[in-house]
């Protein structure tokens, strides 16, 4: 994303013109590529309208066959952006790419019109997923270290299945514990583009509201009857005896 390309003798790098829209090759003269601003920012409408995921500026790029550069697809996307600016949905630049969404504010009124609801993840979901989004990679001895209680199997199976975490490898150590941190979706399902824009710990769980059309977490209050994934086993009828004879050892 901050790939930077000189202005070449005799363009501008804010607006070029007349790209033809059938899509006809402009001279090779040394100069960029020749383009209809208009044209151009209504084509990567069309496309991230359409698109169910992020799309990266390289992906755009390839709707108009090489004669558009990414410098030029980013700025026409700041256009872009400042045009939905005041409207009920929003263009975005998240990790995996660029995007619209609607914006936070308007989301609850579209629940009202949806059955499907956001799943409950319990407390020891949301502490597990905090952990290892501001000190990953981490393994499960890690974790459990911090919370000062077990991890169960669920708890960080739940957040894979999400697609929140993922194993990136294993610590030198005996056992070689996997090491888990998280994944470009959980930064895209927060509206960041990298592990820095994270919010302070204590703002975590307002980010992690249901919002923009995607299924997110509920707050960690929710009932815990309600949950996907109950706080850590406590009886033997809830946990697997071969675990809790792993636990114990």
Do not use: C
Request: aromatic letters at 6%; hydrophobic letters at 35%.
């Amino acid at each position: 994303m901050n790939e930077q390309t000189n202005p070449k003798p005799g363009s501008d790098p804010d607006f070029v013109e007349d790209l033809q829209p059938g899509g006809q090759s402009a001279p090779e003269s040394g100069s960029d590529p020749q383009f209809d601003v208009e044209h151009v920012k209504r084509v990567l409408e069309a496309a991230l309208l359409s698109s169910t995921e992020p799309l990266t500026v390289q992906q755009l790029k390839r709707l108009f066959s090489g004669q558009v550069d990414a410098d030029t697809i980013r700025k026409v996307l700041e256009m872009l952006r400042g045009e939905w600016g005041e409207r009920s949905i929003e263009l975005t630049s998240v990790a995996s790419g660029w995007r619209f969404r609607v914006k936070p504010q308007y989301q609850e009124f579209l629940d009202r019109i949806t059955n499907e609801k956001p799943p409950r993840y319990s407390r020891a979901v949301l502490e597990t997923l905090a952990i290892i989004a501001y000190r990953q990679p981490v393994t499960r001895g890690d974790i459990e270290e911090v919370r000062g209680v077990a991890v169960s199997p669920p708890t960080l199976k739940a957040l894979e299945e999400r697609g929140w975490i993922e194993t990136v490898g294993h610590r030198e150590t005996p056992g070689r514990p996997a090491l888990f941190a998280t994944t470009r979706k959980f930064l895209d399902d927060l509206n960041l583009r990298s592990l820095e824009e994270l919010p302070p710990l204590e703002e975590l769980q307002s980010a992690l509201e249901p919002a923009s059309t995607l299924v997110a977490l509920e707050a960690a209050s929710a009932p815990l009857q309600d949950s996907l994934i109950d706080d850590e086993p406590t009886t033997p009828e809830s946990e697997d005896p071969q675990e809790s004879q792993n636990h114990a050892g």
